[in-house]
């Protein structure tokens, strides 16, 4: 299937996989530097909303054909199906191209990204935005708005598409771009992102979640928010970051242990003490993020 818009570019985008990300980096990428955008994905369904929708200037389920033509190429879909794709297209890119992604995992995609050929670069890529949802319906243009955009280039990366993500990350939205390693990225998110799902599904675990049903505050419901998972794409992301989350699980693992035995001791001083430097942590971070938002 193809549906095309009319556009007369000479540059191409190639946004693999058009779901809740790559639906809204298809749409906030529209007009950049006179690229076409082209949305790929085999879902005719998805195809069909993809061009209705006007989520790309272009939409289609030819793989090849587009990774023929593109200068640029997002991959966004779920971990293994990066993997996946690399292995079964490696041959398929333009020489010259420059190839990212937007998973939440770096290690283990860049280690896949060694099949592409010397004339291929791959730089890794996450803009830190998203939903508990997912799907292209639920794609928005403004999705990374103020969000950070990680990039992880090495020592044979071009400063030419180093620039060039830095451009497309503004155009997005994007507050800044922060460069990193693999590793140092795949710490960040396993302690930001994959421990907070962890214990959001995990409060979800109790026993008591319905008993206690209806009795919820703002706290259990923003502590839990993310608990409706998108199970296939976290139980991969989860495995393939599974050194640096459970590194990160079991420090939460002693800093809860260390309240249940001051729980246990009934020493409400030593309590008030612990809380009052957890709490003094969290007002210094606040006031760290809105030093840095002025």
């Given at each position: 299937m193809?549906?095309?818009?009319m556009?007369?570019?000479s540059?191409?985008?190639?946004?693999?996989?058009?779901?809740?990300?790559?639906g809204?980096i298809a749409?906030a990428l529209?007009?950049?530097?006179?690229?076409?955008?082209v949305?790929?994905d085999v879902?005719?369904?998805?195809l069909?909303?993809?061009?209705?929708?006007?989520?790309?200037?272009?939409?289609?389920?030819?793989?090849k054909q587009?990774?023929a033509?593109?200068?640029?190429?997002?991959?966004?879909?779920?971990?293994?199906?990066?993997?996946d794709?690399?292995?079964?297209?490696k041959?398929?890119f333009?020489?010259?191209?420059?190839?990212?992604?937007?998973?939440g995992?770096?290690?283990?995609?860049?280690?896949?990204a060694?099949v592409?050929?010397?004339?291929?670069?791959f730089?890794?890529?996450?803009p830190?935005?998203?939903t508990?949802?997912?799907g292209?319906?639920?794609?928005?243009?403004?999705m990374f708005?103020?969000?950070h955009?990680?990039?992880?280039?090495n020592?044979?990366s071009?400063?030419?598409?180093?620039?060039?993500?830095?451009?497309?990350?503004a155009?997005?939205?994007?507050r800044d771009?922060?460069?990193?390693?693999?590793?140092?990225?795949?710490a960040?998110?396993?302690?930001?992102?994959?421990m907070?799902h962890?214990?959001?599904?995990?409060?979800?675990?109790?026993?008591?979640?319905?008993e206690?049903?209806?009795?919820?505050?703002?706290s259990?419901?923003?502590c839990?928010?993310?608990a409706?998972?998108?199970?296939?794409?976290w139980?991969?992301?989860?495995?393939?970051?599974?050194?640096q989350?459970?590194e990160?699980?079991?420090?939460?693992?002693r800093n809860?242990?260390?309240?249940?035995r001051?729980?246990r001791s009934?020493?409400?001083?030593a309590?008030?003490?612990?809380?009052?430097?957890?709490?003094?942590?969290?007002r210094k971070?606040n006031?760290?993020?809105q030093?840095?938002?002025?």
């Open positions: 193809q549906k095309e818009r556009v007369d570019v540059k191409s985008i190639a946004i693999v996989g058009l779901g809740l990300i790559g809204s749409m529209q007009g950049f530097e006179g690229y076409e955008v949305g790929v879902s005719q369904p998805t069909r909303y993809a061009a209705e929708h006007h989520v790309a200037d272009r939409v289609t389920d030819d793989a587009a990774l033509q593109a200068d640029v190429v997002f991959l966004c879909l779920h971990p293994q199906g990066i993997v794709f690399l292995v079964r297209h041959d398929d333009r020489s010259g191209a420059l190839v990212t992604d937007v998973c995992v770096k290690t283990a995609i860049a280690e896949a060694r592409l050929p010397p004339d291929v670069e730089i890794g890529g996450h830190m935005a998203g508990e949802f997912s292209v319906q639920n794609a928005l243009k403004d708005r103020g969000a955009y990680i990039i992880v280039p020592e044979e071009s400063p030419e598409h180093v620039a060039l993500l830095e451009r497309m990350a155009y997005v939205g994007c771009v922060v460069k990193t390693t693999a590793q140092q990225h795949d960040i998110i396993a302690y930001t992102s994959q907070m962890v214990i959001a599904v995990s409060v979800c675990d109790d026993p008591k979640l319905f206690f049903m209806g009795f919820e505050g703002d259990f419901r923003g839990t928010r993310v409706a998972l998108d199970v296939p794409l139980t991969q992301l989860f495995s393939l970051n599974a050194p989350l459970d990160a699980l079991e420090r939460l693992e809860i242990s260390e309240y249940r001051v729980l009934g020493d409400r001083k309590l008030a003490q612990k809380l009052e430097w957890s709490a003094a942590r969290k971070m006031r760290c993020e030093g840095c938002r002025e």
